[in-house]
């Protein structure tokens, strides 16, 4: 009897800790959730299969020890940061009805792909044994990316509410009189 126990206690904590693997590796950042379905860790999909790149290049990243050597603590958490924001983008475009949700995906792939290659370039392309100007200067270059990527998804964000007819950049607390239009052109006059 005792070894039956054992053998079903056994079983038990195999079963927790699988259970408990496969969720954190269908993280995105270690530690934060994601709004992804679970199926999403080994499904086919074009979505899923992003969604693993998404989580493997930050977990490339945060393992990889010359972020760490490098004073690099700022970009991750920016990398982090855009791999979420990505991700949720992503668990919003899979649930589009399928005529539209290719369209939504396209844009989203090109931000993955983005983060990858800044990834990949702050991790070669500076060694502990370059001057500090140098290091200064990929650590702006992969900044400038990474600002240009979370600013096209914001861009890409802003479409799709205009385009929903919720555009969420004009707010409610602002006065009217401070947004001036320009009067159309008169006829026979030059505009620039």
């Given at each position: 009897?005792?070894?039956?126990?054992?053998?079903v206690a056994?079983?038990?904590?195999?079963?927790?800790?699988?259970?408990?693997?496969?969720?954190?590796?269908?993280?995105?950042?270690?530690?934060?959730?994601?709004?992804?379905?679970?199926?999403?860790?080994?499904?086919?999909?074009?979505?899923?299969?992003?969604?693993?790149?998404?989580?493997?290049?930050?977990?490339?990243a945060?393992?990889?020890?010359?972020?760490?050597?490098?004073?690099?603590?700022?970009?991750?958490?920016?990398?982090?940061?855009?791999?979420?924001?990505?991700?949720?983008?992503?668990?919003?475009?899979a649930?589009?009805?399928?005529?539209?949700?290719?369209?939504?995906?396209d844009?989203?792939?090109?931000?993955?792909?983005?983060?990858e290659?800044?990834?990949?370039?702050?991790?070669?392309?500076?060694?502990?044994?370059?001057?500090?100007?140098?290091?200064?200067?990929?650590?702006?270059?992969?900044?400038?990316?990474?600002?240009?990527?979370?600013?096209?998804r914001a861009e890409?964000?802003?479409?799709?509410?205009?385009?929903?007819?919720?555009?969420?950049?004009?707010?409610?607390?602002?006065?009217?009189?401070?947004?001036?239009?320009l009067?159309?052109?008169?006829?026979?006059?030059?505009?620039?």
């Amino acid at each position: 009897m005792a070894a039956v126990s054992v053998v079903v206690a056994f079983g038990v904590i195999l079963a927790v800790r699988s259970k408990q693997e496969f969720v954190e590796q269908n993280q995105v950042v270690p530690g934060r959730r994601s709004p992804a379905p679970a199926s999403w860790a080994g499904a086919h999909t074009r979505e899923a299969k992003l969604h693993r790149r998404l989580g493997d290049a930050v977990r490339g990243a945060r393992e990889n020890p010359r972020f760490v050597e490098l004073g690099l603590g700022p970009q991750m958490a920016a990398i982090e940061t855009e791999a979420l924001a990505i991700d949720e983008r992503l668990v919003a475009a899979a649930a589009l009805p399928s005529a539209h949700k290719n369209g939504a995906i396209d844009p989203l792939e090109e931000h993955v792909v983005g983060l990858e290659a800044t990834i990949a370039e702050l991790v070669t392309s500076v060694t502990v044994a370059d001057s500090k100007v140098q290091l200064e200067a990929a650590v702006s270059a992969a900044d400038i990316k990474l600002q240009a990527l979370a600013a096209a998804r914001a861009e890409v964000e802003q479409i799709d509410r205009t385009v929903s007819g919720v555009d969420l950049g004009q707010h409610a607390t602002e006065p009217a009189a401070e947004h001036t239009t320009l009067p159309p052109p008169q006829p026979g006059t030059s505009t620039g």
